[in-house]
């Protein structure tokens, strides 16, 4: 099975950054899109950003442009997700997820991401 575990969330005030990281399992030679997703309570789930594994193409919802990045250190197998500028509206468990990379391109569909971790709690203070 492949295994996600997401950490470092917590609680900062608004204005503040937080760096988000995904611990995945290796999948042999194949490579996958990692994205982080969010949920608030009694909201739908969103995409945030995704991004290639080994090299490639990013991708943000328009939310989070200019203040989150996503990147990733292909050796240790981690994703990492840096939160900038964080407001209130932010505050959500954000989930890291894989799916299959097919033709170069990701997208922030969550319904075609199979794997998730567990999710780790981000809360955003006014």
């Known amino acids: 099975q492949v295994q996600l575990v997401e950490s470092g969330g917590g609680s900062v005030q608004a204005g503040g950054s937080l760096r988000l990281s995904c611990a995945y399992s290796?999948?042999?030679?194949?490579?996958?899109?990692m994205g982080w997703f969010r949920q608030a309570p009694g909201k739908e789930r969103e995409g945030v950003a995704a991004i290639v594994t080994g090299g490639g193409n990013t991708y943000y919802a328009d939310s989070v442009k200019a203040r989150f990045t996503i990147s990733q250190d292909n050796a240790k197998n981690m994703v990492y997700l840096e939160m900038n500028d964080l407001k209130p509206e932010d505050t959500a468990m954000y989930s890291c997820a894989a799916k299959p990379l097919w033709a170069e391109s990701c997208n922030l569909r969550s319904g075609e991401y199979a794997y998730w971790g567990q999710g780790t709690q981000v809360t955003v203070s006014s």
């Open positions: 290796t999948y042999g030679s194949s490579r996958r899109c």
